[in-house]
C-alpha cells in the first residue's frame, strides 16, 4: 500500500539517494497516517552540544497540563539536566505528577517521592526493571509518557509518546547524533507503552527475560505494541524466543536494484550476526546500502570481528564510522511485505548487541509507510555520514 508510481518515484528516489547539506538537528512535524508525529534529531559531538532534542522534549515537560501526569524509563542522566529540571519544576509548580524507572547510577529522582503521602512514583533498576537473570542488564530504554501536552505549535494534544536513542546526559546526549519521534493522539501505542511501563515498575512477571513475541500483536507479554493510528509498531526487549528483532524487521524487503537500506548503529557485536546478514542479503541482492557505525575508545569502528568480515566483504555497500554516534535506526525504501514503493523507519534504544535483544530493557519502534519520517531520516543520516569518516577496516569501501 502507499504505493508511488511514475515520475513521483523516480523524483523520490534521486532525493532519498541524496545527501544533506544541512549539519545541525531538526524538529519535523508530519502526519503518520491519522496521527500526529513530530521528528527530531541531533548532531552533537565531542565538541558541539546539539540541543534539538533536548529543547523538544523540555518544551512537551513545560506544556504538560496542570494536574497531569508524566511517565518515563530514563537510562541515564546527570546533575542540572535540562529534562530532569524541567521534570522537577512541572511537578513543583504544576502539581504534575511524574512517574520514574531508571537505570544509571548516576541518575538521582529522589525528589519524585516528595510530597506524596508516601506513593512510590520513583524505582531504580541497575540491572533492568524487566530483567531479573544477568547482572549487567540495563534499563536502557528511554521513553515518556503524557496523558496530557501540547505540540509545539500550540495545539491541545492530549496524550503524547515520546521515544528516543537519547540519554538525559551530555555524552550520550546532546554532545552525541540520536534521534526522537513524537506521536500524538495515538492511543493505541500510548496505552500498550503504559502496560510495558507497568511490568517494569512492578517488575511482572518476575521470571526473567520474559517477552515473547510469538504471542502475537498485543498480547500480554509479547512485546509488541501495534498502532493502526500511527502505523507503527513498538517492538520491546528483552525476548525470550530467541530470535533476532532486527533480522525480523529487515527480512521482509525484497531485493532488487531499487532498494535502499541505511543502517546507523552505536554497536555491532558478532551476538546480532543473523541482522548483519540481512543487511548482505540485502546488499547481494542489489540493494544500495549504507552503514555509519559509532567508534570504540581507541577510535577504532565499533564493530565484531565477524560482522565487520561480512559487511566489508558486501556488495553495493560503503561504511563510514563516527565518534559518538549514538543512533540505534534503519530505514529502508522497497518492496516490504509484498507492497512495492514502502517506506520504513526504525528507531529506539536497541543496539546490535546480544545484551539488547536478551537482557536489556529496550524498545526498537518501527514507523511504516510515512514519508515525513523518512524524509527526516535520511537528512540526519547524511548530515553525519558526509562529516564521517572511512572505517579504515580492510576490504571496507
Not at 508511488?4 to 549539519?23: C, D, E, F, M, Q
Not at 520491546?236 to 533476532?244: K, L, V, Y
Not at 557485536?269 to 546500502?289: H, I, M, P, Y
Request: with cysteine; aromatic share 8%; hydrophobic share 35%.
Amino acid at each position: 500500500m502507499y504505493a508511488k508510481t511514475g515520475l513521483a518515484v523516480v523524483a523520490l528516489a534521486i532525493a532519498l539517494l541524496a545527501p544533506s547539506t544541512a549539519n545541525a538537528g531538526r524538529t519535523v512535524q508530519g502526519m503518520a497516517n491519522q496521527a500526529q508525529m513530530d521528528i527530531t534529531t541531533s548532531t552533537g559531538n565531542v565538541n558541539v552540544e546539539d540541543k534539538t532534542i533536548v529543547n523538544h522534549l523540555v518544551g512537551l515537560i513545560s506544556r504538560a497540563a496542570p494536574g497531569s501526569t508524566i511517565i518515563t524509563n530514563v537510562f541515564r542522566t546527570e546533575a542540572n539536566n535540562d529534562v530532569v529540571t524541567a521534570l522537577y519544576l512541572a511537578k513543583q509548580i504544576n502539581n504534575v505528577n511524574v512517574y520514574v524507572t531508571y537505570g544509571d547510577s548516576d541518575t538521582q529522582f529522589d525528589w519524585a517521592n516528595q510530597g506524596t503521602n508516601g506513593a512510590i512514583r520513583m524505582k531504580k533498576c541497575p540491572l533492568g526493571c524487566h530483567n531479573t537473570s544477568k547482572s549487567d542488564g540495563k534499563a536502557h530504554s528511554k521513553y515518556f509518557l503524557f496523558d496530557n501536552t501540547r505540540r509545539t505549535d500550540g495545539a491541545t494534544s492530549g496524550a503524547a509518546l515520546w521515544i528516543s536513542s537519547a540519554n538525559l546526559n551530555q555524552g550520550s546526549g546532546s554532545r552525541a547524533s540520536n534521534y526522537a519521534t513524537t506521536l500524538y493522539h495515538d492511543s493505541d501505542m500510548w496505552w500498550g507503552m503504559w502496560s510495558v511501563w507497568m511490568d517494569a515498575f512492578n517488575r511482572d512477571p518476575n521470571d526473567g527475560d520474559y517477552y515473547r513475541p510469538h504471542l502475537g500483536w498485543n498480547a500480554p507479554h509479547s512485546g509488541i505494541v501495534y498502532s493502526s493510528k500511527s502505523a507503527s509498531v513498538a517492538h520491546i526487549s528483552p525476548d525470550r524466543d530467541g530470535g533476532d528483532m532486527w533480522a525480523a524487521q529487515l527480512s521482509p524487503l525484497a531485493t532488487g536494484s531499487g532498494c535502499i537500506v541505511r543502517v546507523m548503529q552505536a554497536q555491532i557485536t558478532d551476538e546480532r550476526l543473523d541482522a548483519v546478514n540481512q543487511v548482505k542479503r540485502l546488499a547481494n541482492g542489489g540493494c544500495a546500502v549504507r552503514v555509519l557505525l559509532g567508534t570504540k575508545d581507541d577510535g577504532s569502528a565499533d564493530i565484531g570481528t565477524q560482522a565487520r568480515a561480512i559487511l566489508c566483504n558486501a556488495p553495493n555497500t560503503l561504511m563510514k564510522k563516527r565518534p559518538r554516534l549514538h543512533d540505534k535506526e534503519v530505514e529502508i525504501y522497497g518492496t516490504y511485505e509484498g507492497g512495492a514503493g514502502r517506506v520504513q523507519v526504525f528507531s529506539g534504544s536497541h543496539n546490535w548487541t546480544g545484551n539488547a535483544l536478551r537482557y536489556n530493557d529496550e524498545v526498537l519502534l518501527r514507523v511504516s509507510d510515512s514519508w515525513d519520517a523518512y524524509n527526516t531520516l535520511n537528512d540526519h543520516f547524511y548530515d553525519i555520514f558526509n562529516a564521517s569518516d572511512a572505517t579504515g577496516l580492510v576490504g571496507c569501501a
